[in-house]
């Protein structure tokens, strides 16, 4: 079992950027993926990006692509997953999720973190 926990979320203006940060604990080396999804308001999940854990590649949507980064470091017996995101706009608003896969369908997801807000004004 997978334990994913989430933290960062905020109130933000138009241009601004924030940290999201994704604690991934349990039977991590189970995993090859960590991502990141967005739900916004009236909309589905969608894939925010992602990071193959074990040799750290990462991948983005175009709506996404050059201004979010996904790194991860470890600590004790626990990956973080640090997603940065820069030039914020008010379409970045949403319930940001990590979870244990990488830009699929929410149905194929295994384990989800809590989920937390992030609201970008204009």
């Known amino acids: 079992q997978v334990q994913l926990a989430e933290s960062g979320g905020g109130l933000v203006q138009t241009g601004e950027s924030l940290k999201l940060s994704c604690v991934a604990s349990?039977?991590?080396?189970?995993?090859?993926?960590i991502g990141w999804f967005r739900e916004a308001p009236g909309k589905g999940r969608l894939g925010a990006g992602c990071i193959n854990i074990r040799d750290g590649r990462t991948y983005y949507p175009n709506s996404v692509k050059g201004r979010f980064t996904i790194s991860k470091h470890s600590e004790k017996d626990a990956v973080i997953i640090d997603l940065e995101m820069t030039d914020l706009k008010p379409d970045d608003t949403a319930v940001y999720y990590c979870a244990t896969d990488c830009l699929t369908i929410p149905t194929h997801v295994d384990h989800w973190g809590q989920g937390t807000q992030v609201t970008v004004s204009s």
């Open positions: 349990g039977a991590i080396s189970d995993e090859t993926y």
